[in-house]
C-alpha cells in the first residue's frame, strides 16, 4: 500500500503513524487536513495492465494500472444514493491515487467484531442486540434500491454504548465495480476476479451469484447476515471455507454445518440460509424477528463476566463500589424551634466542671471546723 505515516493522500488525508486492523479492504488512519476529523482510509488496489503500445515495441511491454473512472463513478452513484442512517457507518470521500482507490469512512471510538470474536463466540442474546442493528442499517440500503453487498465481520463496529455499526458499503461497491472491469462479462473471469478481491468467505457466496452475476439483491445481503450469525454464534462459518473451490462445492451442494450451537437463533440463521432467495426473511422481517426474541429474553440478557471480556467498551475508570453499612432511620423529634429552645434550658442548669471539687472541698472544711467548735464548747 502506497501511502505511509506522514504522507498525505489526495492532497487531504494525512495518514498518521497507527495502522489500522488488518483484514480485507482496510487501510490507514488518517486525519483530514480540511475537517481535522479523524477517518479511516479504505483501499482497493488497481492492477497493473501491460500495455505494449506505450514503449512502441512489441518486444517489451509497457504498463498502466486500470483506468479507475468507472470503479469511482459506481461507488459515488451508490454513497449518493444511500441515506445517513445511525447504524450504518459513514462513508466521506473516494478518489484515486497512485493506481489506489482511497475510500474515507467514519472511524468512531469502537473495536471491530473481529477483536472480540477472538475470545470465543458472543452469548446469542448479546448477538440478537448487534443484529437487530446491522438489520436496521441494511434496512436503510435497501429502502434506498440498494444492495449492501459487503456484509462480513471486519465490517462491523461495536461502539462505547454497545451500539452496531455496519460499514463496508463503499469498499464492497468498489470491489465488485473492479471485479466486472476485470472479468469483462466472462462469468468466469468475473469469479476468478472477484474470488482474488473477496477471498472465500461464504457471505460472499451465496448460491444464486454463483451462476448469475446479475443475482445480487436484499436476498443477497441476508444470505450473508445467516453466514455472519452462524459465525458469531459458533466461532465457524457454516460451509466450507478451505477454499474457493471447497466453498463453491459446499455452496452449491447446500452443505453446511449444523447450526443447533446458534440456540434461540437457530430458526432465524436456518430461514436466511435458505437456498432459495425467495424463502429468505427481509432485513424488516428479521428485525421484527429480532425485536420479538429479545421482549421475551430472560432477564438480564446481557450477561456479565469479567469487564475485559465484554462485548462492549468499559470506561477507562469505572466507579468505584463502596460497601453499604445499616441505613440510619430518621425518628420524628420536636420541631426545629423547640429543639433549639431545650437545648439552651439545658446548658442553663448545667455547672461549670471545675466547681465540683471546690465544693467538695469546702464542705469537708466546713464540717471539720463545726465538728471542732463543738468539742471546745462541750470541754469548756
Not at 503513524?17 to 488496489?45: K, S
Not at 462513508?91 to 482507490?101: I, P
Amino acid at each position: 500500500m502506497r501511502a505511509g505515516p506522514g504522507q498525505t493522500v489526495a492532497g487531504r488525508y494525512q495518514v498518521t503513524d497507527r495502522p489500522a486492523a488488518p483484514g480485507p479492504g482496510l487501510g490507514r488512519i488518517a486525519v483530514d487536513g480540511r475537517t481535522g476529523v479523524r477517518v479511516l482510509l479504505e483501499a482497493v488496489e488497481l492492477p497493473e495492465l501491460l500495455v505494449p503500445e506505450l514503449t512502441g515495441s512489441t518486444e517489451f511491454e509497457g504498463s498502466r494500472w486500470l483506468d479507475p473512472e468507472s470503479v469511482l463513478a459506481e461507488v459515488a452513484s451508490l454513497l449518493a444514493a444511500v441515506p445517513e442512517h445511525p447504524r450504518l457507518r459513514q462513508s466521506f470521500d473516494v478518489t484515486a491515487e497512485d493506481g489506489v482507490v482511497w475510500l474515507a469512512v467514519e472511524e468512531p471510538a469502537a473495536t471491530g467484531l473481529p477483536e472480540l470474536l477472538a475470545a470465543g463466540p458472543l452469548p446469542p442474546y448479546r448477538v440478537a442486540e448487534v443484529a437487530a442493528d446491522l438489520v436496521a442499517a441494511l434496512a436503510a440500503v435497501h429502502r434506498a434500491g440498494q444492495v449492501h453487498g459487503n456484509v462480513a465481520a471486519e465490517h462491523v463496529l461495536v461502539c462505547e454504548d454497545g451500539a452496531a455499526l455496519l460499514g463496508g458499503l463503499a469498499v464492497g461497491a468498489a470491489q465488485e465495480a473492479l471485479a466486472r472491469e476485470l472479468g469483462g462479462g466472462d462469468p468466469r473471469r468475473w469469479g476468478q476476479a472477484r474470488a482474488g478481491l473477496v477471498g472465500s468467505r461464504a457471505e460472499h457466496w451465496p448460491p444464486e451469484l454463483l451462476t448469475d452475476l446479475a443475482a445480487a439483491s436484499p436476498a443477497t445481503d441476508s444470505w450473508a447476515l445467516g453466514v455472519l450469525l452462524h459465525r458469531v454464534l459458533t466461532g465457524r462459518g457454516p460451509f466450507d471455507e478451505q477454499s474457493p473451490t471447497a466453498l463453491f462445492a459446499a455452496v452449491r451442494a447446500g452443505r453446511r454445518a449444523d447450526s443447533a450451537e446458534c440456540g434461540p437463533l437457530r430458526p432465524l440463521v436456518d430461514r436466511l440460509l435458505a437456498v432459495d432467495p425467495a424463502e429468505r426473511p427481509s432485513a424488516a422481517g428479521a428485525r421484527e424477528w429480532l425485536a420479538e426474541l429479545l421482549a421475551d429474553a430472560p432477564e438480564p440478557y446481557r450477561a456479565a463476566p469479567p469487564a475485559e471480556a465484554l462485548p462492549v467498551l468499559r470506561p477507562r475508570r469505572l466507579p468505584v463500589r463502596r460497601a453499604r453499612g445499616p441505613v440510619a432511620v430518621r425518628r420524628p423529634g420536636p420541631a426545629p424551634e423547640v429543639a433549639e429552645h431545650a437545648r439552651h434550658a439545658r446548658g442553663a442548669g448545667r455547672r461549670p466542671s471545675w466547681l465540683l471539687p471546690v465544693l467538695l472541698v469546702g464542705g469537708v472544711v466546713g464540717a471539720m471546723v463545726l465538728a471542732l467548735v463543738a468539742v471546745v464548747q462541750f470541754s469548756g
